[in-house]
């Protein structure tokens, strides 16, 4: 008797079960990703934050150089934007992830075990995602007032700064096109 798996009874809603469970898995490791990642960020806004003191100079020797209070005060709003937006992901991320461990932690034999509305999850992870994306932005934007106050303005012309901002640019940027794809991917399939 050469009986397949699907022929007993049961291994349909095992398979299912399995599946379900497996892809929940899945779901709840990215959004711990999300969530490791957000909160190594939101450091890098406590540290720039440390940054925002007021007639700092630069190490320029030209006083010319030195940035203006506007440029700290760009600092500090684009922080606290950033930070808004690391834990505007986190908080979401979180949401969906406790909501998924407690909807797997039913019993086992349960019919409705690891049911879950795709549509709320994958919004939920898009925004997620999103506010990561956007948080990135702003610190970088952040980190680009770093460096004018600790290198000298952009309008100064130095070496130093130029170059900093351009490999902040181009590295930041170039990972954000790699993860906006992977998630715009990830979110149409």
């Given amino acids: 008797m050469d009986e397949s798996p699907k022929d007993?009874?049961?291994?349909?809603?095992?398979?299912?079960?399995f599946n379900s469970s497996s892809t929940t898995s899945v779901h709840v490791t990215a959004l711990d990703g999300i969530v490791n990642v957000n909160s190594l960020f939101t450091i890098a806004v406590f540290v720039g934050l440390s940054l925002t003191t007021p007639g700092q100079q630069s190490l320029e020797t030209t006083s010319a150089c030195d940035a203006s209070i506007e440029v700290a005060r760009n600092l500090l709003v684009f922080e606290v934007v950033s930070f808004s937006f690391f834990l505007f992901s986190s908080l979401v991320a979180q949401g969906l992830k406790l909501a998924l461990n407690l909807i797997n932690s039913k019993n086992v034999d349960e019919a409705f075990r690891a049911h879950i509305n795709i549509k709320v999850l994958r919004f939920g992870m898009m925004a997620s995602a999103t506010g990561s994306v956007m948080g990135c932005l702003f610190l970088m934007l952040s980190i680009v007032n770093v460096i004018q106050?600790?290198?000298?303005?952009?309008?100064?012309?130095?070496?130093?700064?130029?170059?900093?901002?351009?490999?902040?640019?181009?590295?930041?940027?170039?990972a954000l096109i790699v993860y906006i794809s992977t998630v715009v991917y990830a979110f149409l399939h």
């Fill in 8 to 17: 007993f009874p049961g291994s349909a809603t095992r398979r299912t079960s």
């Fill in 149 to 174: 106050i600790r290198l000298g303005t952009l309008g100064c012309g130095s070496k130093s700064t130029i170059h900093a901002v351009s490999a902040l640019l181009v590295l930041v940027s170039s």
